[in-house]
């Protein structure tokens, strides 16, 4: 399973951006995948997370509004879009995937593999 995070950088308040996950070698071709991050500081934690077999939906209390998580099966690809972005959403972004894909979570112990991250910086 490899997992690859991309589309981070740097964006002032307001702004957007929408992260990709490429995935490739999943043991099925449904799955959980979910986003998380971790501001400089402070521990990781879950953000999103879209399980494909039956639509469970993991959002975090702080996700909802500006966060939505999507899949593109053809593409190998789970996306991360953020919009309004804060000074506060400043961190790394890590997709991560869980073998058992009947349920989505926000804890970062129930997922197996990770991606390398990939660095949103948003100024004030």
């Known amino acids: 399973v490899q997992l690859q995070a991309s589309g981070g950088g740097f964006v002032h308040t307001g702004g957007s951006l929408k992260l990709s996950c490429l995935y490739s070698g999943l043991a099925s071709d449904d799955y959980a995948i979910g986003w998380f991050r971790q501001a400089p500081g402070k521990e990781r934690e879950g953000v999103l997370c879209?399980?494909?077999?039956?639509?469970?939906?993991y959002r975090a209390p702080f996700a909802k509004g500006r966060f939505t998580i999507s899949s593109d099966k053809a593409k190998n690809t789970v996306y991360l879009q953020i919009n309004n972005l804060k000074p506060e959403d400043t961190g790394v972004y890590y997709c991560?995937?869980?073998?058992?894909?009947?349920?989505?979570?926000?804890?970062?112990?129930?997922?197996?593999?990770w991606g390398q991250g990939t660095l949103v910086t948003v100024s004030s």
């Open positions: 879209i399980d494909t077999f039956n639509g469970d939906r």
């Open positions: 991560a995937y869980k073998i058992n894909y009947h349920y989505c979570s926000g804890y970062e112990n129930d997922f197996d593999y």
